[in-house]
């Protein structure tokens, strides 16, 4: 059981950083209407952060109902520059999420994503695909613990992917979301910082 809710932890938080991880636009006709349109293509260049305890609550809550999730924590920063051809994100970030097991035992897995990645995007109607990533120094350790007893961190390297990734988006004004085709429970909200 360990190990099952492990691994599901691990792989909701690597999907989610995946996520994060890359997004952006390049100036296209309008398309029609959609309900997951890049509304205003013009409004992503810049620096963003991401709402990290957002998608800690995401993260606990798109694990199975046969987890007991009992408590969340977040902590650090993620953040992302988009230029008309490039976006690189920081990650310096970590979710904690604590399940009950059997006789009240309480398994806690924290992941510390830590790193840069760049990468370049395309716009194709509602989709934006990232292509070309370079995970650079970027990598994901997991630390479980049971009942506070144990903590060796577990080290994983985030490869480099030259294939293309869709993922639904919509920016308007201030507020940009990045969800991953396929986990709708998994959206990333980022917030501009400073002008536009």
């Not at 989610?16 to 205003?40: F, N, R, W």
């Not at 989709?127 to 990598?139: I, P, Q, R, S, W």
């Not at 990734?165 to 909200?189: E, K, M, Y």
């Amino acid at each position: 059981m360990v190990n099952g809710r492990t691994a599901r932890t691990a792989a909701v938080a690597l999907a989610a950083a995946a996520v994060l991880v890359l997004s952006g636009c390049h100036s296209t006709p309008t398309p029609p209407p959609h309900p997951h349109s890049l509304i205003d293509a013009a409004c992503v260049p810049g620096h963003w952060t991401n709402d990290i305890e957002t998608l800690a609550q995401e993260t606990a809550d798109s694990l199975p109902e046969s987890i007991d999730v009992v408590g969340h924590t977040s902590s650090g920063t993620q953040t992302y520059a988009f230029t008309a051809h490039r976006v690189t994100i920081v990650n310096d970030f970590t979710i904690d999420i604590s399940a009950q097991l059997e006789g009240a035992h309480i398994l806690e897995t924290a992941q510390n994503h830590h790193g840069t990645v760049t990468a370049g995007w395309t716009l194709d109607h509602h989709e934006l695909h990232f292509t070309n990533v370079d995970n650079g120094d970027y990598k994901v350790t997991t630390t479980v613990t049971v009942d506070g007893q144990g903590g060796r961190g577990t080290t994983i390297p985030v490869p480099d992917t030259a294939s293309s990734t869709a993922f639904d988006a919509v920016c308007r004004g201030n507020g940009f979301t990045i969800t991953p085709q396929g986990a709708d429970d998994l959206v990333s909200h980022l917030s501009r910082v400073g002008s536009h």
